[in-house]
């Protein structure tokens, strides 16, 4: 990218939300950049990343958030201005570091960008982050479009340095990935002078009075903020003089109100406070606005953060009589993502006015076709995944053995192993790593009984990420499992990132790798390693550890991801089905290549009632070749 | 049937992962901001390296910012890059007057794939996007864009189909401009060339 790069100021862009808060880092002058990848927040880091060598940033892709985070305070502390971005559940790995960095401050401004994802789009859960801007008294900003995530990046760096602390931009997924028109800024300039002073006191809470002292200067710090907060230019009333309800909102509710409002015709009714500070509150401006109704409806994603707060200053006031709606009212769901639809429904609901969005009779007829013509999609492993090869050969290996096996796992593409792409391997998932942890207890039950084999899955990055400590601790607690590196050389569900085992870094430029191999070797551990598209080889070698040892194991299933493949134009093999062997319907094989592998790439011909490569989607990996029982599937070395 | 003046302008893209979804949706929003509009795209794709569906929301307006999202019932235009997914869109966020433009060119979900559902025959996907629709046009780009060399180039192809539609300010010249931002040398002319193919797509012809 590219559009955020080094642009004309004054110029206007159509980012997309992530791209402009990397736009803000760069007016902001930020020196340093440190990030894991995780959707919805992946494209702030990558957008450095293509710029860092142009205006002379450090920019990495770190091993996990924390250590992300702690790069970044490392070079606030030297006086560079840092940003780490982050999704949700990102955030919680960082969380350790960041209720430590809270109190002891930073210097240089340090600014946290956390990308929640409502309705959990591409996530295992859809937290509210907001709550640990509360939990951590951490200044809170929540931008509601990328215009406005551009210029409150920037000034959060501002008033980051301003108290001394880190603060948190709070983005949505709404907000990260779409695009606006973003008039772009002067770049700001990188202080190069970087130096830690030794003669500061310390950045820790066990000296200077211990950390109640610190928690109290830190409550100082958010008054201050708060009164900053009372006449911030990202928060605005916009309505009449004298409304009948009151929307207060946040983020992305912002234009979902304004449109709700214009389209239910109440715009002489309704007035909107549009908040982008939302911890502390800005509790002057609240009150002001408050005092104009007597009814005030919420509007946010995900939590009733907001709603709980203002009912919380509303208690402070006792003289005022108000009535709130939202979440806790049950007017708005609390889960799942909103839109204007949402809103349109809760206010028409408040108001006493109709609202349909679309005649009864039509809304009947499209979920009828719905249900009936628009067959769901689900997410599967793409043409050629060598994860597809591996958890065949763990269910063959697996059935084989014949103890009742299992594998644990965790996030990555290969979490959809617990659906019908992965055979439904794939028994329990979590958190970065937590595969490996499931599987330090059910490798210590053998004095229960237990005998079933264990295997737990990770991917290369994840490995690094939350792994090893995990893989150490199975190592001297001696826990009976098999560790599966799923090493598919890059971070490929969020687009390539490269992590410490790669030769490159975030910029491109060489890096020394970390190979997993020789990591394990050198821990003691006895490693195979297998190629996922030979099933054969690998089921075999499987059940020959599966037959093993006592303690851990490592097996790394090494294949570049298909989509690297696939973008790189050469096939393996050319791959058809010979007509004449497939004998379609009539094989006792019950269409098992589609039906059972189900690889995209082959598809059940409705009218010959035969199997066929689709050619636009096949990268040719022939894995398939194997798997038919009937042999109808040749693969030839492509020229 | 025209949507000239409409504003806000509500499009859709709606198509599976890997499809270029995004990379239409931009040359498109960028084409207006160039003509002056307030632009906002809304993307949903965070299956989109596994097969799942891919939907960006192209708002434009004359004089507001609208939100990333299209209301159900406000989408004017469904461009499709599979019909399966343009009937999807259609169901939800369509009405009685949204315009469909659609690839006719079927990619199977795995449910399909596997047996637990039958995808549905064209005739039924063209019968079920007549009763939800205004005005329905249907073109096979994923033949002309393999016919041009590549597969890929079907999300252009269709970005030519909807420009020479005329039911939009778009003018074809705006989206040359794009291109050629976009794309160099060789590229540029591949992309192009599928662009023109769309724009000159003849419906009077029938379909390969």
């Given at each position: 990218?590219?559009?955020?790069?080094?642009?004309e100021p004054?110029?206007?862009?159509?980012?997309?939300?992530?791209?402009?808060?990397?736009?803000?880092?760069?007016?902001?002058?930020?020196?340093?950049?440190?990030?894991?990848p995780g959707n919805?927040?992946?494209?702030?880091?990558?957008?450095?990343?293509?710029?860092?060598?142009?205006?002379?940033m450090?920019?990495?892709?770190?091993?996990?958030e924390k250590?992300?985070?702690e790069?970044?305070?490392?070079?606030?502390?030297?006086g560079v201005?840092?940003?780490t971005?982050?999704?949700?559940?990102?955030?919680?790995?960082?969380?350790?570091?960041?209720?430590?960095v809270n109190?002891?401050?930073v210097?240089?401004?340090?600014?946290?960008?956390?990308?929640?994802?409502?309705s959990?789009l591409s996530?295992?859960?859809?937290?509210?982050?907001?709550?640990?801007?509360r939990?951590?008294?951490?200044p809170?900003l929540?931008p509601?479009?990328?215009?406005?995530?551009?210029?409150m990046?920037?000034w959060?760096?501002e008033?980051s340095?301003?108290?001394?602390?880190?603060?948190?931009?709070?983005?949505?997924t709404r907000?990260?990935h779409?695009?606006?028109?973003?008039?772009?800024?002067e770049?700001?300039?990188?202080?190069?002078r970087?130096?830690?002073?030794?003669g500061c006191?310390?950045?820790t809470?066990?000296?200077?009075?211990?950390?109640?002292?610190?928690?109290?200067?830190l409550?100082?710090k958010?008054?201050?903020?708060?009164a900053?907060?009372?006449?911030?230019r990202?928060?605005w009333?916009?309505?009449?003089e004298?409304p009948?309800?009151?929307?207060?909102?946040?983020?992305?509710?912002?234009?979902?109100?304004?449109?709700?409002?214009?389209?239910?015709?109440?715009?002489?009714?309704?007035?909107i406070?549009?908040l982008?500070?939302?911890?502390?509150?800005?509790?002057?401006?609240l009150?002001?606005?408050m005092?104009?109704?007597?009814?005030v409806?919420v509007?946010?994603?995900?939590?009733?953060f907001?709603?709980?707060?203002?009912?919380?200053?509303?208690f402070?006031?006792p003289?005022?009589?108000?009535?709130f709606?939202g979440?806790?009212?049950?007017?708005?769901?609390?889960f799942?993502e909103i839109?204007?639809?949402?809103?349109?429904?809760?206010?028409?609901g408040?108001c006493?006015v109709?609202?349909?969005?679309?005649?009864?009779?039509y809304r009947?007829?499209a979920?009828?076709i719905?249900?009936?013509?628009?067959?769901?999609?689900?997410?599967?492993?793409?043409a050629?995944?060598?994860?597809?090869?591996?958890?065949?050969?763990v269910?063959?290996a697996?059935?084989?053995?014949g103890?009742?096996?299992?594998?644990?796992?965790?996030?990555?593409?290969?979490?959809?192993?617990?659906?019908?792409t992965?055979?439904?391997?794939?028994?329990t998932?979590?958190?970065?790593?937590?595969?490996?942890g499931?599987?330090?207890?059910?490798g210590?039950?053998?004095r229960?009984?237990f005998?079933?084999?264990?295997?737990?899955?990770?991917?290369?990055s994840?490995?690094f990420h939350?792994?090893?400590?995990?893989l150490?601790?199975?190592?001297?607690?001696?826990?009976?499992?098999?560790?599966?590196?799923?090493?598919?050389?890059?971070?490929?569900?969020?687009?390539?990132q490269?992590?410490?085992?790669?030769?490159?870094?975030?910029t491109?430029s060489?890096?020394?790798?970390?190979?997993?191999?020789?990591?394990c070797?050198?821990l003691?551990?006895?490693?195979e390693?297998?190629?996922?598209?030979?099933i054969?080889?690998?089921?075999?070698k499987?059940l020959?550890v599966l037959?093993?040892?006592?303690?851990p194991?490592?097996?790394?299933?090494?294949?570049?991801?298909?989509?690297?493949?696939s973008?790189?134009?050469?096939?393996?093999?050319?791959?058809?089905?010979?007509?004449?062997?497939?004998?379609?319907?009539?094989?006792?094989?019950?269409?098992f290549?589609?039906?059972?592998?189900?690889?995209?790439?082959?598809?059940?011909?409705r009218?010959?009632?035969?199997?066929?490569?689709?050619?636009?989607?096949?990268i040719g990996?022939?894995?398939?070749?194997?798997?038919?029982?009937?042999?109808a599937?040749?693969?030839?070395?492509?020229? | 049937?025209?949507l000239?003046?409409?504003?806000?302008?509500?499009l859709?893209i709606?198509?599976?992962?890997?499809q270029?979804?995004?990379?239409?949706?931009r040359?498109?929003?960028?084409?207006?901001?160039?003509?002056?509009y307030?632009?906002?795209?809304?993307?949903?794709f965070?299956?989109?390296?596994?097969?799942g569906s891919?939907?960006?929301?192209l708002r434009?307006?004359?004089?507001?910012?609208?939100?990333p999202?299209?209301?159900?019932?406000?989408?004017d235009?469904?461009?499709?890059?599979?019909?399966?997914?343009?009937?999807?869109?259609?169901?939800?966020?369509?009405?009685?007057a949204?315009c469909?433009?659609?690839?006719?060119?079927?990619?199977?979900?795995?449910?399909?794939?596997?047996?637990?559902a039958?995808?549905?025959?064209?005739?039924?996907?063209?019968?079920s996007?007549?009763?939800?629709?205004?005005?329905?046009?249907y073109?096979?780009?994923?033949q002309?864009?393999?016919?041009?060399?590549?597969?890929?180039?079907?999300?252009?192809?269709?970005?030519?189909?909807?420009?020479?539609?005329?039911?939009?300010?778009?003018?074809?010249?705006?989206?040359?401009?794009?291109?050629?931002?976009?794309?160099?040398?060789?590229?540029?002319?591949?992309?192009?060339?599928?662009?023109r193919?769309?724009?000159?797509?003849?419906?009077?012809?029938?379909?390969?």
């Amino acid at each position: 990218m590219t559009a955020a790069a080094l642009k004309e100021p004054g110029t206007k862009q159509l980012l997309m939300g992530n791209e402009a808060i990397a736009r803000g880092a760069m007016e902001a002058g930020a020196g340093v950049a440190a990030a894991y990848p995780g959707n919805p927040s992946t494209e702030v880091i990558d957008t450095l990343a293509s710029v860092a060598n142009d205006l002379n940033m450090y920019v990495e892709w770190s091993v996990n958030e924390k250590v992300a985070l702690e790069v970044a305070a490392g070079a606030s502390y030297a006086g560079v201005r840092s940003i780490t971005a982050m999704k949700q559940l990102g955030l919680n790995v960082a969380l350790d570091f960041l209720a430590n960095v809270n109190l002891t401050g930073v210097k240089a401004g340090l600014v946290l960008v956390v990308c929640d994802d409502p309705s959990a789009l591409s996530s295992t859960n859809e937290q509210d982050s907001r709550n640990v801007a509360r939990a951590l008294d951490l200044p809170l900003l929540e931008p509601s479009d990328p215009q406005e995530a551009k210029e409150m990046t920037k000034w959060a760096f501002e008033l980051s340095e301003q108290i001394g602390g880190v603060c948190l931009v709070r983005s949505v997924t709404r907000i990260s990935h779409s695009r606006g028109i973003v008039v772009l800024g002067e770049l700001g300039k990188i202080n190069d002078r970087a130096f830690f002073d030794p003669g500061c006191p310390p950045y820790t809470t066990i000296v200077g009075g211990g950390a109640p002292k610190y928690h109290k200067a830190l409550h100082d710090k958010l008054d201050t903020v708060a009164a900053i907060y009372d006449s911030s230019r990202f928060n605005w009333y916009e309505g009449p003089e004298k409304p009948r309800l009151l929307i207060v909102t946040s983020g992305s509710g912002w234009l979902y109100s304004w449109e709700a409002v214009r389209r239910l015709s109440l715009t002489e009714s309704v007035g909107i406070l549009k908040l982008g500070t939302t911890w502390p509150l800005p509790r002057v401006l609240l009150k002001d606005n408050m005092a104009k109704v007597q009814k005030v409806l919420v509007v946010e994603e995900v939590d009733p953060f907001l709603e709980g707060n203002l009912k919380g200053l509303a208690f402070e006031w006792p003289e005022k009589d108000l009535l709130f709606y939202g979440k806790q009212s049950g007017h708005i769901d609390p889960f799942g993502e909103i839109n204007t639809d949402i809103v349109s429904k809760a206010l028409a609901g408040i108001c006493g006015v109709e609202y349909v969005s679309r005649e009864a009779d039509y809304r009947k007829k499209a979920a009828d076709i719905i249900e009936r013509f628009a067959p769901p999609r689900e997410t599967q492993f793409c043409a050629g995944c060598p994860h597809r090869g591996l958890f065949w050969a763990v269910k063959d290996a697996l059935r084989l053995d014949g103890r009742g096996g299992i594998v644990t796992g965790d996030i990555g593409c290969y979490g959809s192993a617990a659906g019908p792409t992965g055979f439904s391997q794939l028994k329990t998932m979590h958190s970065m790593g937590s595969g490996i942890g499931v599987a330090n207890g059910l490798g210590k039950l053998e004095r229960f009984q237990f005998v079933q084999p264990v295997l737990a899955a990770c991917g290369d990055s994840t490995f690094f990420h939350a792994a090893i400590p995990a893989l150490v601790n199975a190592i001297h607690s001696r826990a009976n499992f098999i560790l599966l590196v799923l090493d598919n050389s890059g971070t490929a569900m969020t687009g390539f990132q490269p992590h410490p085992g790669t030769l490159t870094d975030a910029t491109g430029s060489p890096a020394p790798a970390v190979d997993i191999a020789s990591l394990c070797r050198g821990l003691g551990l006895p490693v195979e390693v297998v190629d996922p598209y030979d099933i054969k080889g690998t089921t075999e070698k499987l059940l020959s550890v599966l037959g093993g040892t006592v303690g851990p194991t490592v097996m790394i299933s090494k294949r570049e991801c298909a989509l690297i493949t696939s973008k790189g134009g050469k096939r393996a093999y050319n791959v058809s089905v010979t007509s004449e062997q497939c004998v379609g319907e009539s094989c006792g094989c019950d269409r098992f290549c589609t039906r059972v592998f189900r690889c995209p790439g082959l598809i059940w011909e409705r009218n010959s009632k035969k199997a066929e490569i689709d050619m636009a989607i096949c990268i040719g990996c022939g894995v398939c070749a194997d798997v038919c029982p009937h042999h109808a599937i040749r693969r030839e070395e492509s020229q | 049937m025209s949507l000239r003046g409409k504003d806000p302008l509500n499009l859709i893209i709606a198509g599976v992962g890997g499809q270029g979804n995004v990379l239409i949706s931009r040359l498109i929003g960028q084409a207006m901001v160039s003509e002056g509009y307030e632009a906002t795209i809304g993307e949903t794709f965070g299956a989109s390296q596994r097969g799942g569906s891919v939907t960006s929301h192209l708002r434009v307006s004359r004089d507001h910012k609208y939100g990333p999202l299209i209301p159900e019932g406000n989408a004017d235009i469904i461009l499709g890059l599979e019909p399966v997914e343009a009937l999807r869109q259609l169901a939800l966020c369509g009405s009685p007057a949204t315009c469909v433009v659609t690839n006719t060119r079927p990619i199977h979900p795995m449910c399909v794939a596997i047996g637990q559902a039958e995808y549905p025959e064209p005739e039924t996907i063209k019968e079920s996007i007549g009763r939800l629709s205004g005005k329905a046009w249907y073109v096979n780009a994923s033949q002309i864009a393999l016919d041009l060399g590549a597969a890929l180039l079907t999300n252009i192809v269709m970005v030519g189909v909807l420009a020479g539609l005329g039911l939009t300010d778009l003018r074809p010249d705006m989206f040359e401009q794009q291109l050629e931002t976009m794309f160099q040398n060789e590229k540029l002319a591949l992309n192009m060339r599928a662009f023109r193919a769309g724009l000159t797509y003849d419906f009077g012809k029938p379909e390969k």
